[in-house]
């Protein structure tokens, strides 16, 4: 399995961060909690319907975040905007959305052979099932990967739009409804695009895919998968499950929530230590985390990819930037949090503590995490002797992002503060 370094992104969700030219604000303060990547959503011209992922051209840029009160143009104000966040110690990867494009795009027109057609002859619809229904997208026109008659033509067209992305300086592609796309045709555009950019790294967003399918897209080359760790209630065993299916294939990315779900504050009642329990195991339990723009101060408002502005920026009076970014240091400090390490859920009597164990591939590093599931009430923790569940000799140390212990006894109790995780770390003796 390849190890791509460290991988804490911001999403800069570009409907509510506005014009390039007033990006830099935003960049900075991801900068300071600690993000080394800034993921933005599709940032191309779109069609009537006003989504982001509804594309009519690939090699133009939305209006909407083009500054006219400047002299440069749209692409310079990308590359300055990009040129920025290289200062600031930050990379930057954009959505990649090669599964369909808008239904007023003139491909349509230029290219009617790239397209899936209904037996009636009309441009088919990309579709997904939510909670048992059919949604079609009647916006999108699906690309038709497999049964065009101009194979090379698709490819050439879909190799010059991640050029165009990478001349700009774009370093790093989610790659929207990855496994809805041959893994074929991944595996050589990942090769194609290294040759010329050895250094972009192509992240699959998988979620609502089969395990086994999500296996199958990550063996086309992909450096990265996003993983389903934030709809886990902390009991059932599926996480565990999928987890192993594709840990060995690719790392994955966890976040506590994304521009596709609900708000984490509006879902928990404004609950902040909710907010800071959530985060820090998404940050602890996958090699990535993401968390969109906003998190950090508690918003509420759900991203949306058509109606969301600049204007819906939140004033909330919640600041959990420095826990976001002491999370975010010790991730960046041990690799054991930026790997797919092997990973347990080990017994507790206490069915409202979550207690896992890591152990690192790369390193000797070793941890244990106590974590309160309950977000509202205090929960204790007693063992006769935490060594017991490791392989390691050294002493316990304990990292947490607060109320850190000066010292470990045996035996161990506390009262978890509601949602509070104490994290341990230790080192195996080397062999």
């Known amino acids: 399995m390849k190890k791509s370094g460290k991988m804490i992104i911001y999403n800069l969700f570009p409907l509510l961060a506005g014009k390039f030219t ?149 370093r790093g592609f989610r790659c929207d409804a990855a496994y809805q796309v041959p893994g074929s045709l991944w595996k050589r555009l990942i090769t194609e695009t290294r040759r010329k950019y050895a250094d972009v790294l192509f992240f699959a967003e998988t979620l609502g895919s089969p395990s086994d399918l999500t296996r199958k897209t990550a063996e086309a080359g992909f450096d990265y998968i996003f993983n389903s760790s934030k709809w886990w209630d ?76 600049p204007e819906d920026w939140e004033e909330t009076g919640i600041d959990v930037a420095s826990f976001i970014g002491g999370v975010n240091r010790i991730k960046s400090e041990h690799a054991i949090f930026q790997e797919e390490a092997p990973t347990e859920i080990l017994h507790h009597e206490n069915p409202n503590i979550l207690f896992m164990w890591k152990a690192s591939i790369h390193t000797r590093e070793e941890s244990l995490l106590i974590l309160n599931k309950d977000i509202w009430n205090k929960q204790y923790f007693h063992t006769a002797e935490l060594k017991r569940f490791l392989q390691a000799g050294a002493p316990l140390v304990d990292i947490s992002p607060e109320y850190a212990l000066d010292y470990i006894p045996a035996p161990f109790s506390y009262d978890l503060r509601p949602g509070q995780g104490i994290l341990l770390i230790t080192s195996r003796d080397a062999i």
């Open 22 to 170: 007033g990006w830099e604000r935003h960049l900075s303060r991801a900068s300071e909690m600690g993000f080394n990547w800034i993921f933005v959503n599709p940032i191309q011209r779109v069609g009537t319907s006003g989504s982001l992922y509804s594309i009519t051209d690939y090699m133009d840029l939305n209006p909407l975040f083009v500054d006219p009160e400047t002299e440069k143009k749209p692409n310079e104000q990308v590359r300055e905007m990009i040129a920025a966040a290289e200062k600031l110690g930050l990379k930057m990867m954009v959505d990649l959305v090669i599964n369909h494009c808008s239904t007023d795009s003139d491909l349509i027109k230029s290219h009617p052979e790239w397209f899936v057609r209904e037996p009636d002859g009309r441009i088919a619809h990309p579709f997904a099932y939510e909670d048992g229904k059919k949604v079609v997208w009647k916006d999108l026109a699906r690309f038709d990967h497999l049964n065009t008659k101009d194979k090379e033509g698709l490819f050439q067209f879909f190799l010059s739009v991640i050029t165009f992305l990478c001349d700009l300086g774009f």
């Open 234 to 309: 902390f009991y059932s065993p599926w996480l565990m499950e999928q987890y192993i299916l594709t840990r060995e294939i690719a790392p994955s990315i966890s976040f506590p929530e994304s521009h596709d779900t609900m708000r984490l504050c509006e879902e928990l009642g404004g609950n902040i230590e909710g907010l800071k329990q959530r985060y820090l195991f998404s940050s602890l339990f996958s090699a990535g985390v993401m968390m969109p723009i906003g998190f950090e101060f508690g918003f509420r408002k759900r991203l949306h990819v058509v109606n969301t502005r």
